[in-house]
């Protein structure tokens, strides 16, 4: 199966500019995630979908991240506008929903938008 | 939400096993504890889970101690590509199944 499809790749923007990243999930993955991971740190969470409802975004900083999924499908997040602090790899990941009872639960991740802000 | 401790490095030399060690001395009984890797420059991908007893799948073993305070996934022949960073995640089988990330051990492996 494709995996978790993420775009772009790099991006470099100036303090106070906007910026908009794309997450397009697993077929058929209902559940969502996007991350933040800063250099020589594990990546933090930022939000999570089910379907194209929030379940938690109490790590979002809403004065100027903001996110959607569109139908349930892909996802963007949005920054605006930027800080020198929020130069980072921005991780998107999906899993299907957890059944309990020891079945695995996977998040499969993308290969994640790596931002600069100069 | 109970945390897992790791060392921040480890050795391996090539085709040698290696074992990274994980304690969580707060786990609770409805925790799973799950391995995920991050190789450079990539995404995070899931290695291998258990509950209370050891597991094997193609890339590792969980080896799981007796009280659950403490796990061992095992690399049985470290290559040059198992060269990444190891995060040990313990995941409540309720709620909204979050991964909540530490540092991690950076595995390093010698040619």
């Known amino acids: 199966e494709a995996g978790v499809a993420q775009s772009p790749r790099y991006k470099i923007i100036e303090k106070r500019q906007s910026v908009a990243f794309w997450c397009n999930p697993i077929?058929?993955?209902?559940?969502l995630y996007w991350y933040q991971q800063i250099l020589g740190q594990g990546p933090k969470l930022l939000i999570q979908?089910?379907?194209?409802?929030?379940?938690?975004d109490s790590q979002l900083p809403k004065d100027r991240f903001s996110a959607e999924r569109l139908k349930g499908v892909d996802s963007t997040l949005k920054i605006q506008p930027a800080k020198l602090e929020d130069s980072a790899v921005y991780l998107c990941?999906?899993?299907?929903?957890?059944?309990?009872?020891?079945?695995?639960?996977?998040?499969?991740f993308g290969p994640g938008t790596r931002l600069t802000v100069t | 939400d109970a945390k897992t401790t790791q060392p921040n490095s480890m050795e391996s030399n090539e085709e040698e096993p290696v074992h990274l060690p994980c304690n969580h001395s707060t786990i609770s009984g409805t925790d799973y504890i799950h391995w995920y890797r991050q190789l450079p420059s990539q995404g995070p991908e899931y290695v291998i889970h258990g509950l209370t007893s050891n597991v094997n799948n193609r890339m590792a073993s969980l080896a799981i101690a007796e009280d659950r305070k403490s796990s061992t996934l095992i690399l049985h022949r470290a290559t040059l590509r198992d060269a990444a960073v190891y995060y040990c995640i313990l995941l409540r089988e309720a709620g909204s199944y979050q991964l909540t990330f530490g540092k991690g051990t950076k595995l390093s492996v010698i040619p």
């Open positions: 077929s058929g993955h209902a559940t």
């Open positions: 990941a999906s899993s299907r929903p957890f059944a309990g009872g020891g079945e695995s639960f996977e998040q499969y």
């Open positions: 979908f089910q379907n194209n409802g929030v379940v938690d």
